[in-house]
């Protein structure tokens, strides 16, 4: 069992930035791939960034050149760099880990940007 936790939401501006930090209770060396999801009220849960084991990256459009996703295997710990942000995109942000046929989410951290 992997639990995720992840920290570093909060309330901006928009055009600020945000960098949000999921720390996993294990080793990633096991994990194929790691991921940033978000659910604003009323609308699904929806891919943000994904990279995997071998640090191949996936950006939904509505954030690509504006958000990073990135590893650090010595931390056990996933960031997702936020640039630029948007109304749009105040939501709640899900930590995902995928490690063999299991998937585990964390708890979720807000991201409130105001215009």
């Known amino acids: 069992q992997v639990q995720l936790v992840e920290s570093g939401g909060g309330s901006v501006q928009a055009g600020g930035s945000l960098r949000l930090s999921c720390a996993a209770s294990?080793?990633?060396?096991?994990?194929?791939?790691m991921g940033w999801y978000r659910q604003a009220p009323g609308k699904q849960r929806e891919l943000v960034a994904t990279?995997?084991?071998?640090?191949?990256?996936n950006y939904a459009d509505s954030v690509r050149g504006r958000s990073t996703i990135s590893i650090d295997n010595a931390k056990d710990t996933v960031y997702l760099q936020m640039n630029m942000l948007k109304p749009e995109d105040t939501a709640v942000y899900y930590c995902?880990?995928?490690?063999?046929?299991?998937?585990?989410w964390g708890q979720g951290t807000q991201v409130t940007v105001s215009s």
């Open positions: 995902l880990a995928v490690a063999g046929l299991n998937a585990f």
């Open positions: 294990e080793s990633l060396f096991s994990i194929i791939r």
């Open positions: 990279i995997t084991s071998v640090g191949s990256t």
